[in-house]
């Protein structure tokens, strides 16, 4: 009843989608499945109406429609349950679920007793734990998912679409949660699962759709095929399952960070790992599977729940960023514009900027200082710029973040935790931001990286710690860091799951 | 006693709660400075008939910053009524004083509609399109009428002014437009506002359209400020192009006082009304301090009435660095933690 046919969509150089096709059958569930960026979320915001196709074309029932906006897809049938979640934080929860098509009284006012008791129904059907007037802010991401597809389903909606819903769900909860999804399934409703769990698939999909770097590559029967097969249309490689060696056994006496049982909410759980001077350590796994989120608690802009921290042998809390710089902690984000450069001012100031940090409040800095500083760091690290004076937004994305890097550079903290921080950037640019990570790490810094491109971490990584559910999955060193074992680990995969 | 508590923490979630217990505060103080002649009924017949204006003027404040916007025009817009209706009938000769009301409330509506298409459709900065527009009122204000002039006719503000029974009339003004609330707010157009305010993307992913919603709340916030301007005129019984601009901050500061969010999706008209009421009665009881109570202690003394002003503003601005504390306080980290981990998973 549903079809999408070659549909395209690029964000400026980014293409997200190139000749992506799915079809849908009347009562039928669809998992959609790929790797990072391939993009499966950007497909279902197309059908949601929030973003807008280039090229393509969508039938629905034989007939070509156009998705203009999220109120054009629902009038179409078309519910989404989306993974940031969709909830007003101060509406009541049954406010929340019924907003946009209240049901009406005789003067057009909100009939409170019937839309309370329609929501009271669903809410018992698929077990959420939460009163009709809890506000979605007091309340765990595992209810406010549930929530979130509760508000899809009483949309009464023909084809539901599911991103992620499972991923902050208990092992009971999706139980129950599937079964509820069967039911509606024979009643004809048309299901699309977006998931990262892969063994959760063969349970509730019959068909699966798999798309890579924006094209859907496989469709495949579920009764037919194993998660190994999945695996590889996905990445193109056959997973290997790794043996997990200890981190115990390392040496203890060059640790620099170590980190114990490190906690934060529902997104980083019991994390532990310890990392020498001079090594370059990648952590993995899929986007947001925590991995970004302990990186920033180490550098103290995320408040953790429990966790030791210990740097070069003392114990630390950083209650902000500013301390740990002044401890020497460097971070690079991937996500320049928010969180990297200061897009007004000139190259030269970008590059100070950390330094600035460093020194007293009053201090007085004068220009030529700066210019004379970080015309240095521009000619020892071959930044291609084309005056200093220059605005930052000049340069190449790629050119950025190299000027970010030696912003860093110019103070040597002992650590550098970078975020994916060769999103978006050219193929030399970041061999070029590789080489200056080895030339730094040769002399004495310590890494943490954090990327979502399998290449990238296995080839500038000595370790690399992969994350699966906000836990760490394995740890790859030595031989056994290959695009194989990673992408094994990345999925979650365990020795078990491989058997089957 | 369970009963009690349980009652206790209900108040406590409503966005009220601030507003209701800076009021008793202050009602308190006020009682002890100006003694029992507070419940006399012309003193509460002054009280209430000054502050209607204001009480209504943050009334329509209130829905603007419940959608998550603000509205600076709102004050001049009142001027621009009171001028419209006391000063049109002297100059066009043909118009009689109940159409000169009629259009000069019709024109508060319309500059409300105009503000919510300029802000919801156009996209322009909430601040900047009503402070542009509170310039085009102000100018068509002076336009009519240049300075304080004109007069209202005597059974119109005698009315006003009046009460039934030790009841002012402007207190069943209030009552009725809080009346019109309650009703409003059981519709869905209200709870859209509010969820407009509360995240806007997420809003507009449910399928309501943040454009019509946004000139919605405007446009009911016109049809507040239009009463207010009627209740303006009638307190003033005269015209006044300069001094109605002055209440458009006064409404701002009492909303956050009744315990509205300045960054929306939380509040209610009545928080304006609390808050407003706040800020009369604080003016007053600084007054009576300084006149009554005072001078009843240290004997022959007399200070410039300044110091009213300046006492009053320092316990309106306890009030909101207060009223600010309590709903922060704890909404701070949670928020901090949310936002990265939202924006990780946009990227």
């Given amino acids: ?487 094994s680990a990345m999925m979650g995969m365990t020795a078990k799951d491989s058997v089957k | 006693m369970m009963e009690k508590t349980t009652w206790f923490e209900k108040l406590k979630r409503q966005p009220e709660y601030m507003g209701i217990i800076l009021l008793t505060a202050v009602i308190i103080l006020n009682i002890i400075t100006q003694g029992s002649s507070f419940f006399k009924t012309s003193s509460l017949q002054t009280l209430l008939s000054t502050n209607t204006p204001l009480i209504i003027l943050t009334m329509a404040q209130c829905i603007v910053l419940i959608s998550g916007n603000i509205d600076i025009s709102t004050g001049i817009t009142m001027t621009l009524v009171n001028v419209f209706a006391v000063m049109m009938p002297t100059r066009v000769s043909w118009m009689p004083v109940w159409a000169a009301y009629a259009i000069g409330y019709c024109l508060a509506v319309l500059v409300g509609f105009t503000n919510g298409v300029l802000v919801g459709y156009f996209r322009i900065p909430p601040m900047l399109a009503t402070y542009g527009m509170s310039y085009i009122v102000s100018g068509s204000c002076l336009l009519i009428s240049d300075r304080p002039q004109g007069k209202v006719a005597k059974e119109l503000w005698k009315i006003y002014k009046g009460h039934v029974y030790g009841i002012p009339n402007s207190l069943f003004l209030v009552l009725a437009l809080v009346l019109i609330w309650l009703v409003i707010r059981k519709f869905s157009a209200v709870k859209e506002i509010y969820a407009l305010g509360g995240d806007e993307k997420n809003t507009y992913l449910t399928g309501v359209s943040t454009t019509r919603t946004t000139i919605r709340a405007y446009t009911i916030s016109g049809v507040f400020v239009g009463i207010g301007g009627i209740a303006w005129t009638l307190m003033l019984a005269s015209s006044n192009p300069l001094t109605g601009d002055a209440k458009t901050l006064q409404s701002i500061a009492a909303a956050l006082l009744g315990g509205t969010l300045i960054s929306g999706g939380w509040g209610t008209m009545i928080c304006g009304a609390l808050g407003a009421l706040f800020f009369g009665l604080v003016t007053n009881t600084t007054t009576y301090m300084f006149i009554k109570f005072i001078p009843k202690f240290v004997p022959g003394f007399s200070v410039s009435t300044y110091y009213q002003d300046f006492v009053a503003q320092i316990i309106i601005l306890l009030g909101i660095t207060l009223s600010v504390l309590v709903s922060n306080r704890t909404r701070k980290l949670v928020k901090r933690v949310v936002r990265i981990h939202k924006e990780d998973e946009q990227r």
């Fill in chain 1, 1 to 487: 009843m549903l079809e999408l046919i070659n549909i395209k969509k690029s964000f400026g150089a980014v293409i997200a989608l190139n000749q992506a096709s799915l079809t849908l059958e009347k009562g039928e569930i669809v998992a959609l499945l790929g790797a990072n960026g391939s993009g499966k979320s950007t497909l279902v915001k197309i059908l949601g109406g929030t973003v807008k196709k280039d090229a393509g074309t969508i039938t629905v029932d034989q007939k070509p429609v156009e998705i203009r906006s999220s109120a054009e897809s629902r009038a179409r049938k078309i519910a989404v349950a989306y993974q940031e979640l969709s909830l007003i934080p101060r509406m009541t929860v049954y406010e929340n679920v019924m907003l946009g098509h209240f049901h009406k009284g005789r003067f057009g006012q909100v009939d409170e007793r019937k839309n309370r008791s329609f929501v009271c129904s669903l809410l018992e059907k698929y077990g959420v734990a939460c009163n009709l007037d809890d506000f979605p802010k007091d309340l765990p991401s595992s209810t406010l998912s549930l929530i979130e597809i509760v508000k899809a389903i009483s949309w009464d909606p023909d084809i539901l679409l599911l991103d992620e819903v499972t991923a902050a769900l208990h092992h009971n909860e999706v139980e129950n949660l599937f079964s509820n999804l069967r039911v509606l399934s024979e009643n004809g409703i048309s299901i699309v699962m977006v998931t990262h769990r892969l063994s959760e698939i063969f349970n509730i999909a019959s068909r699966a759709v798999i798309l890579r770097n924006g094209e859907s590559v496989a469709d495949v029967d579920l009764k037919k095929t194993d998660i190994n097969k999945i695996v590889y249309h996905m990445t193109g490689k056959m997973p290997e399952i790794a043996e997990n060696p200890s981190d115990e056994k390392r040496s203890m006496e060059d640790a620099v960070l170590v980190v114990e049982n490190l906690s934060i909410g529902e997104s980083v759980k019991n994390v532990s790992l310890r990392v020498n001077r001079g090594e370059i350590i990648g952590l993995g796994g899929l986007e947001g599977q925590g991995q970004s989120q302990f990186l920033r608690s180490i550098y103290g802009a995320i408040p953790r729940d429990s966790g030791l921290i210990t740097l070069a042998g003392k114990k630390v809390d950083y209650k902000s960023s500013a301390n740990a710089v002044k401890d020497g902690i460097g971070f690079i984000s991937g996500n320049r514009n928010r969180e990297s450069i200061f897009s007004l001012r000139t190259i030269g100031e970008n590059i100070f900027s950390a330094k600035m940090s460093m020194g007293r409040n009053f201090s007085g800095i004068s220009n030529r200082m700066i210019i004379r500083q970080t015309n240095q760091i521009v000619k020892d690290y071959e930044i291609k710029i084309g005056n200093i004076n220059d605005p930052i937004t000049s340069l190449s994305g790629g050119n950025q973040q190299k000027v970010v890097f030696g912003r860093w550079i110019l103070v040597s903290p002992e650590i550098l935790l970078l975020d994916d921080p060769t999103k978006g950037v050219d193929v030399s640019s970041r061999r070029e931001l590789h080489n200056f990570l080895r030339k730094a790490a040769d002399q004495g810094m310590t890494v943490l990286i954090v990327s979502s491109d399998n290449d990238e971490l296995l080839e500038i990584a000595n370790r690399i710690y992969v994350f699966y559910e906000g836990g760490i999955h394995c740890m790859l060193c030595g031989t056994d860091c290959t695009e194989e074992k990673l992408v």
